[in-house]
């Protein structure tokens, strides 16, 4: 055997442990959730962030691990007022080194972990995680996906990642994460670039990254974005109801890869003179085209009209995101190139 084989093989072995030993420590914040209900005749809202950890096995290994209780809410409850709430606190602790697991409902998570991304500044990770099947029940994932999340925060690995969603062992950046199966237990995906990484036997593997958003910071989220689909024949009832309403900005569904019939293109070219609107594509995978198509209301004369290309991002993600920064006071422009690495 070569002399240097004896050597090599403990130093690999150091180097493992090292790489898999947590480097920071962590703090679960509980919002609510499948993850925290229980219930013979139905799920209902149950467990705080005390009895939640103490039905967990394997959190144990996490040295100094604690857990807070901001609410317990199905996430269809949640307010712009909590979500706010929480990501600022979460972002307050990963800029103190922490890193920070928030647990959710499933049902907006990715419009949560979303705005924590476009809050984060810190270089501690922020992940987000829930359950499918409530805790009561036979199989129930919670534990399994909530100390994933731990080691995801408490990893090397993570470090800069931003917000991260893990979810039956894949880790999903935020920005591209959106819930795609409603039973599911790998019921979130990143249609567009896959998962990150996996937890494979309690330790996370990053296997790419995304370029972090620009971090805003808004104090309150209030102003008013609206969510506005097209479809075959349509007339522009819809668009013109929401125009009357005097929205602060718009994000607004495309037809194939940035179309529109002729009409609602001039309507919203238009308003994108006087609001932000944020086109996204209807298909999940992909993104808006540039120079394929070159007939009326294509592509072409959506990039030309001043509408502001969402890229791959979904409408929730764009949502959230838009009204992020309306709320900290940026114009159309800074909005623009806030958008524009999403677009590339």
């Known amino acids: 055997m070569p002399a240097g084989v004896p050597i090599a093989l403990p130093l690999i072995a150091m180097l493992t442990e090292d790489v898999h030993r947590p480097v920071r420590p962590v703090r679960i914040l509980t919002t609510g959730g499948t993850i925290a209900m229980s219930g013979s005749e139905g799920a209902v809202p149950d467990l705080d962030a005390d009895a939640l950890m103490q039905a967990v096995p394997g959190l144990e290994r996490f040295a100094g691990l604690e857990a807070q209780s901001l609410m317990n809410k199905p996430s269809a409850h949640l307010t712009l007022e909590d979500q706010l709430m929480v990501c600022r606190l979460a972002r307050d602790l990963a800029r103190q080194g922490f890193g920070v697991v928030v647990t959710h409902g499933t049902d907006t998570l990715e419009e949560t972990a979303?705005?924590?991304?476009?809050?984060h500044d810190a270089d501690a990770p922020i992940v987000f995680t829930g359950a499918i099947?409530?805790?009561?029940?036979?199989?129930?994932?919670g534990p399994a996906n909530l100390v994933d999340a731990v080691s995801v925060a408490a990893s090397v690995a993570a470090a800069g990642l931003g917000t991260v969603v893990v979810f039956g062992g894949e880790i999903h950046h935020a920005r591209c994460a959106r819930k795609t199966d409603t039973t599911s237990l790998v019921a979130f995906s990143s249609p567009q670039v896959g998962p990150l990484g996996r937890v494979t036997e309690g330790y996370p593997t990053i296997w790419s990254r995304v370029p972090r958003n620009l971090?805003?910071?808004?104090?309150?989220?209030?102003?008013?974005?609206?969510?506005v689909p097209t479809y075959s024949g349509d007339q522009g009832l819809l668009a013109r109801a929401v125009v009357s309403t005097a929205p602060h900005g718009v994000v607004l569904g495309t037809l194939g890869g940035g179309h529109l019939a002729p009409e609602l293109l001039d309507l919203w070219a238009e308003q994108a003179g006087r609001i932000p609107v944020v086109a996204y594509c209807r298909p999940e995978r992909g993104t808006l085209l540039t120079t394929t198509?070159?007939?009326?209301?294509?592509?072409?004369?959506?990039?030309?009209s001043g509408i502001i290309p969402g890229g791959f991002l979904s409408p929730q993600a764009i949502r959230m995101k838009?009204?992020?920064?309306?709320s900290a006071g940026l114009d159309i422009a800074d909005i623009r190139f806030r958008f524009r690495q999403d677009d590339s």
């Open 215 to 227: 971090p805003v910071d808004p104090v309150q989220l209030d102003k008013r974005v609206v969510i």
């Open 293 to 304: 198509y070159r007939y009326r209301a294509s592509e072409r004369d959506l990039r030309d």
């Open 322 to 326: 838009l009204l992020a920064c309306l």
């Open 133 to 141: 099947r409530p805790a009561s029940a036979p199989g129930a994932d």
């Open 114 to 119: 979303m705005l924590s991304d476009v809050l």
